[in-house]
């Protein structure tokens, strides 16, 4: 009876206790809590929304550093490969590492002049939905201001599927406009009647200019 009665008094608190050590090894393991996708989304939201919020710096400083953001979170050899689609065969090498260099240059300041367009009080996570190849989408809406109502969708992908990498950014579909479709759009068309260099040299004269 003490047997019985000793182990019935200590189940409880045995469990409590596995419950705790569960959770914990939970959360510390990549891709359930703070590395997930939509956990990186709010991380990424919440730094943007600070940046807005500020009022100690000018448009074009707030701006840099919301295409900082986009430098750390958005996986650009991936996207370089899904704007220039089939095209991507006909860039050499050196041209293809130009063309990532350069076009990581103009997405940043198209995605932080689109985000500097709204005045957001707050932002919401509405939910995420897994895509072909193992993406994964999440979806945000802004709540107050001018934009209230916009609905700001990231699309991740890990970096090293094969190693479970971090996840990162390969599109923004921004009031139902996705800038990599955007931009495959415009890029096909410049190569249709023209050449890689045609396209890099574009590209290089919009960064030399001013901002988007």
């Given at each position: 009876?003490?047997?019985?009665?000793?182990?019935?008094?200590?189940?409880?608190?045995?469990?409590?206790?596995?419950?705790?050590?569960l959770?914990?090894?939970?959360?510390a393991?990549?891709?359930?809590?703070?590395?997930?996708?939509?956990?990186?989304?709010?991380?990424?939201?919440?730094?943007v929304?600070?940046?807005?919020?500020s009022?100690?710096?000018?448009?074009?400083?707030?701006r840099?550093?919301?295409?900082?953001?986009?430098?750390?979170?958005?996986?650009?050899a991936?996207i370089s490969?899904?704007?220039?689609?089939?095209?991507w065969?006909?860039?050499?090498?050196?041209?293809?590492q130009?063309?990532?260099?350069?076009?990581?240059?103009?997405?940043?300041?198209?995605?932080?002049?689109?985000?500097?367009?709204?005045?957001?009080?707050?932002?919401?996570?509405?939910?995420?939905?897994?895509?072909?190849?193992?993406?994964?989408?999440?979806?945000?809406?802004?709540?107050g201001?001018?934009?209230?109502?916009?609905?700001?969708?990231?699309?991740?992908?890990?970096?090293?599927?094969?190693?479970?990498?971090?996840?990162m950014?390969i599109?923004?579909?921004i009031?139902?406009?996705?800038?990599v479709?955007?931009?495959?759009?415009?890029?096909?068309e410049?190569?249709?009647?023209?050449?890689?260099?045609?396209?890099?040299?574009?590209?290089?004269?919009?960064?030399?200019?001013?901002p988007?």
């Amino acid at each position: 009876m003490t047997s019985t009665t000793s182990k019935t008094t200590r189940s409880p608190w045995l469990l409590r206790s596995a419950a705790a050590l569960l959770g914990a090894a939970l959360l510390a393991t990549p891709g359930l809590a703070e590395d997930s996708p939509d956990a990186i989304v709010r991380k990424t939201v919440d730094r943007v929304l600070e940046i807005l919020a500020s009022k100690d710096e000018s448009e074009d400083q707030r701006r840099h550093r919301i295409e900082e953001i986009a430098y750390d979170r958005f996986d650009f050899a991936t996207i370089s490969q899904l704007v220039l689609a089939r095209h991507w065969s006909r860039f050499s090498p050196e041209q293809r590492q130009e063309f990532v260099e350069q076009f990581k240059i103009q997405l940043s300041k198209n995605y932080g002049t689109r985000i500097m367009r709204y005045n957001q009080q707050r932002v919401e996570i509405v939910g995420q939905r897994v895509e072909p190849r193992g993406d994964v989408t999440v979806g945000t809406r802004i709540e107050g201001g001018s934009a209230d109502g916009v609905e700001v969708d990231y699309r991740l992908r890990r970096l090293d599927q094969e190693k479970d990498g971090p996840w990162m950014v390969i599109d923004v579909i921004i009031e139902g406009v996705s800038l990599v479709s955007n931009y495959r759009s415009q890029f096909s068309e410049i190569l249709g009647r023209g050449s890689p260099d045609d396209l890099l040299r574009q590209l290089r004269e919009k960064n030399a200019a001013s901002p988007a």
